[in-house]
């Protein structure tokens, strides 16, 4: 096991009525300026803005409105909100959303407290920021687990690059299944695969051998997959709502990443795809993760035919370890076609192929799995994808 230092941040205030019992308190604790950041529109619709203005004003906070954040937020979002930050003299950000919302207020944090350019710091010079204005997050989307870490996906349209950028951890977040029942079923879904997605990418990570951090992430896979089917009877269902959102926090606040060296690749594929794409995340991550591994597995055979029998419970019985591994590939497939995700990028929507050749080109490239990928062979799973 790799050695590690774990201490946590953010608070996580979950269930029924959170806001009511986080907020009170936790806005005591804060300046008065607020910005409140939100999405296109979702929360007023929902009620959740009304709400959450309510405690604001009952905490005595003034409210600067910091709207339309987008899916897949870009760095001029992030500049827009940080000049309002400066502007205004804001002392706490308070992210209602997504983990779009999340992540550009993260960034936001960071860019009001400097004059430097926070892309350049990190991308040119390898500096991180030495200081955040404070932030809260409040879900009304969950997936991505963008509550409980620092790291913000974040599209650059003048680099073309979607890409992490570390910025401030909310102090606390406030999970309330609640929040999410107006989110379209498709959205539920495909955040849900990314919570997926999130446990196999580390979970394929190295070291090979077991780890405690592994059997976790077996427990948060069939607990996905579990729900998610429970989901399809029935999209309101309260409790596999409230798992999938304690999953989704659960797969990215580094406790499945303990001791591992993690992978992302098919991340990394998807986040460039988005930068060219603008496409939505879970969807993209469905269509390249079972091709990913055809052209992984080989390299790492124990690893995904451990996942195959204790995420997919597929028996061994007579099968030699690479006929488990292919057959947990293929449940991973036929999964994503029950649960009405799509499977290759035209069933997306993506029409103009030559962005292939620009994913593989620009794409990260890791080394956490079994395989470190050649851009070449990037580009032929691309294809494949297709
Ligand atoms: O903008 P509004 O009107 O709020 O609508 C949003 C948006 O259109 C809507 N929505 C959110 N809550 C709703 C709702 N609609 C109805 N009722 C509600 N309660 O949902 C749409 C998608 O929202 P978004 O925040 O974009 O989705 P998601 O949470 O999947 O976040 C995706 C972004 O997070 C990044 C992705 O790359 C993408 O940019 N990721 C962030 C990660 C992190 N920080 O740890 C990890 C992930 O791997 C991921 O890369
Ligand atoms: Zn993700």
């Known amino acids: 096991m790799k050695d590690f230092i774990y201490s946590y941040p953010t608070k996580v205030y979950f269930g029924e009525k959170a806001a009511a019992k986080a907020l009170p308190d936790e806005l005591q604790k804060v300046g008065k300026t607020v910005m409140l950041a939100y999405g296109g529109g979702s929360v007023k619709k929902s009620g959740v803005y009304d709400e959450i203005c309510g405690y604001l004003k009952e905490a005595g906070k003034e409210i600067v409105d910091f709207a339309g954040i987008m899916p897949n937020p870009t760095y001029k979002k992030v500049q827009e909100g940080a000049a309002l930050a400066k502007e205004k ?20 944090a960071a860019q009001a407290l400097t004059d430097k350019d926070i892309w350049e710091m990190e991308f040119k010079d390898h500096v991180f920021p030495a200081e955040y204005l404070p932030m809260g997050a409040i879900v009304t989307a969950s997936g991505t687990g963008a509550e409980m870490n620092n790291g913000a996906v974040i599209t650059n349209e003048d680099t073309d690059q979607k890409a992490g950028v570390l910025g401030a951890y909310a102090s606390f977040a406030v999970l309330d299944p609640a929040y999410t029942m107006s989110l379209p079923a498709r959205q539920v879904v495909s955040g849900a695969f990314d919570t997926l ?57 580094g406790i499945l990443k303990i001791g591992k060296v993690t992978d992302f690749q098919a991340h990394q594929i998807e986040h460039q795809l988005g930068a060219y794409t603008d496409c939505n995340h879970g969807q993209g991550l469905a269509v390249i993760h079972p091709v990913l591994y055809r052209h992984m597995y080989k390299d790492g055979v124990k690893q995904f035919a451990r996942m195959a029998e204790k995420v997919w419970e597929i028996p061994a019985e007579d099968k030699t370890p690479e006929e488990l591994a292919v057959a947990g590939i293929d449940a991973l497939a036929d999964f994503i076609r029950e649960i009405g995700l799509p499977s290759s990028f035209t069933e997306m929507g993506i029409t103009d192929k030559s962005v292939l050749k620009k994913v593989a080109d620009t794409c990260n490239l890791t080394a956490g799995c079994c395989k470190k990928l050649s851009r070449e062979e990037v580009l032929e799973i691309l294809e494949e994808c297709w």
Do not use: Q
Not at 198 to 205: I, Q, V, W
């Open 197 to 253: 997605s999130h446990s196999m990418e580390t979970y394929l990570g190295s070291p090979r051998e077991i780890t405690l951090s592994d059997e976790i992430a077996e427990a948060v896979m069939r607990n996905v997959i579990r729900n998610i089917r429970v989901l399809m009877l029935d999209m309101n269902d309260w409790e596999a709502r409230s798992e999938l959102m304690w999953a989704s926090a659960m797969a990215e606040n």
């Open 89 to 108: 003299k804001v002392d706490f950000i308070l992210a209602v959303g997504g983990g779009s919302v999340i992540d550009c207020c993260k960034i936001v």
